[in-house]
């Protein structure tokens, strides 16, 4: 876009310069912020005491740079929370998986023997979303140029055909054991193993899908789901164990089939989200919002399209606003900088965005007219 007012906030460079809005029209007047550091991004919790004291020094030298600093901290700082909930649940469920192991091995349980396995798959599902974590960390590039955050999303296509795998295979198991009936020994054991993977899932579960969301990762999310999945088979375990001391060796592989319809439901949900977020799809309550931030900027006559899309689980938006037609170059490009500020200040893990001004004048002038044929 070419227009007078636009003002961009661009990703750093590969060398990692550049940490300010990246406005790119060299105005350099620091656009009078005066607000400080204290908007509660909460970058000084994972800084040192003198990266504190030279985040402020370098503040005190170029006053605006620190939106996108900020913003890029918090990145840093979701990308460092979902690596902590990976290395956790990875314990967690591993953990987990070779206490019903030990189960597993003097009962002869083949249902538990399926649970343990699916409960160390998903421990193993950490590895794609660690792989993504990191590699979202990265700069952008020349090449690359909203950087590295999609890796987020083709890792939750991973997990999607992971509980794909988890139902069709504990759909399987229950067919079977319904065609050929397994007996099983310590049946108290079994149930109380069963107990412990569906305690340990729906503990992980909950707590990826908690900072799932917290950070704004549908990977994160679906892998959480991914883990109540598993959680459910445990139950079923627990219930065909109940069921056989009872008596009713069938209950176990019924159980296991309503277990699977249940996995279904949840793979739905999943790839629900992670088809939303591949096809750019946000929450409609967002836009409003946005919406609404920008046309409360002083000088905003009116505002155009807005589009707001994820990279990872950091958000970009680009918006067109109408100004008066009579305000000079400098002042329109203020109103598109204030807007930006707002922007990335106000919306929630807005990491960028970019402000396109049109004059709003006089009537029935068409500024766009060589674009009449493009659109």
């Given at each position: 876009?070419?227009?007078?007012?636009?003002?961009?906030?661009?990703?750093?460079?590969?060398?990692?310069?550049?940490?300010?809005?990246?406005?790119?029209?060299?105005?350099?007047?620091?656009?009078?912020?005066?607000?400080?550091?204290?908007?509660?991004?909460?970058?000084?919790?994972?800084?040192?005491?003198?990266?504190?004291?030279?985040?402020?020094?370098?503040?005190?030298?170029?006053?605006?740079?620190?939106?996108?600093?900020?913003?890029?901290?918090?990145?840093?700082?979701?990308?460092?929370?979902?690596?902590?909930?990976?290395?956790?649940?990875?314990?967690?469920?591993?953990?987990?998986?070779?206490?019903?192991?030990?189960?597993?091995?003097?009962?002869?349980?083949?249902?538990?023997?399926?649970?343990?396995?699916?409960?160390?798959?998903?421990a193993l599902t950490a590895v794609p979303l660690a792989i993504a974590f990191s590699v979202g960390r990265r700069m952008a590039t020349r090449r690359f140029t909203y950087g590295y955050g999609r890796a987020e999303d083709l890792a939750g296509i991973v997990i999607v055909l992971?509980?794909?795998?988890?139902?069709?295979?504990?759909?399987?198991?229950?067919?079977?054991?319904?065609?050929?009936?397994?007996?099983?020994?310590?049946?108290?054991?079994?149930?109380?193993?069963?107990?412990?993977?569906?305690?340990?899932?729906?503990?992980?579960?909950?707590?990826?899908?908690?900072?799932?969301?917290?950070?704004?990762?549908?990977?994160?999310?679906?892998?959480?789901?991914?883990?109540?999945?598993?959680?459910?088979?445990?139950l079923a375990v627990l219930l065909g164990a109940g069921g056989a001391a009872l008596g009713f060796p069938l209950a176990d592989p019924i159980v296991g089939l309503l277990i699977t319809v249940a996995i279904l439901f949840v793979l739905r949900d999943a790839a629900r989200e992670?088809?939303?977020?591949?096809?750019?799809?946000?929450?409609?309550?967002?836009?409003?919002?946005?919406?609404?931030?920008?046309?409360?900027?002083?000088?905003?006559?009116?505002?155009?399209?807005?589009?707001?899309?994820?990279?990872?689980?950091?958000?970009?938006?680009?918006?067109?606003?109408?100004?008066?037609?009579?305000?000079?170059?400098?002042?329109?490009?203020?109103?598109?900088?204030?807007?930006?500020?707002?922007?990335?200040?106000?919306?929630?893990?807005?990491?960028?965005?970019?402000?396109?001004?049109?004059?709003?004048?006089?009537?029935?002038?068409?500024?766009?007219?060589?674009?009449?044929?493009?659109?």
């Amino acid at each position: 876009m070419s227009d007078l007012g636009r003002t961009d906030s661009l990703p750093d460079n590969e060398n990692g310069h550049g940490h300010g809005h990246g406005h790119g029209h060299g105005h350099g007047h620091g656009h009078g912020h005066g607000h400080g550091q204290g908007h509660g991004h909460g970058q000084g919790e994972s800084r040192g005491s003198s990266g504190g004291l030279l985040s402020r020094v370098r503040h005190a030298f170029t006053p605006h740079s620190h939106d996108s600093a900020d913003k890029t901290d918090e990145a840093l700082e979701s990308s460092s929370r979902g690596m902590r909930v990976l290395a956790i649940s990875f314990a967690v469920l591993t953990v987990t998986a070779i206490i019903q192991s030990v189960v597993v091995a003097f009962s002869g349980s083949v249902a538990l023997l399926g649970d343990t396995l699916h409960n160390f798959a998903d421990a193993l599902t950490a590895v794609p979303l660690a792989i993504a974590f990191s590699v979202g960390r990265r700069m952008a590039t020349r090449r690359f140029t909203y950087g590295y955050g999609r890796a987020e999303d083709l890792a939750g296509i991973v997990i999607v055909l992971l509980i794909a795998a988890s139902a069709a295979l504990a759909g399987y198991e229950a067919v079977k054991r319904l065609v050929d009936p397994q007996d099983m020994r310590a049946v108290g054991w079994v149930a109380a193993a069963g107990v412990v993977g569906f305690v340990g899932n729906e503990w992980v579960a909950r707590y990826r899908i908690k900072v799932g969301r917290e950070i704004g990762s549908a990977a994160l999310v679906a892998d959480g789901l991914h883990a109540r999945t598993d959680g459910l088979t445990s139950l079923a375990v627990l219930l065909g164990a109940g069921g056989a001391a009872l008596g009713f060796p069938l209950a176990d592989p019924i159980v296991g089939l309503l277990i699977t319809v249940a996995i279904l439901f949840v793979l739905r949900d999943a790839a629900r989200e992670i088809y939303h977020r591949l096809m750019d799809a946000v929450d409609p309550r967002l836009v409003e919002k946005a919406e609404g931030i920008v046309a409360g900027v002083a000088g905003v006559e009116r505002v155009g399209a807005l589009r707001l899309r994820w990279i990872g689980h950091t958000l970009r938006a680009e918006v067109d606003i109408v100004v008066g037609h009579e305000l000079s170059l400098v002042q329109a490009h203020a109103v598109a900088v204030e807007a930006e500020h707002r922007l990335i200040h106000e919306l929630p893990r807005l990491r960028a965005a970019t402000v396109h001004a049109d004059p709003g004048g006089p009537e029935g002038t068409d500024h766009h007219a060589a674009l009449v044929t493009h659109r």
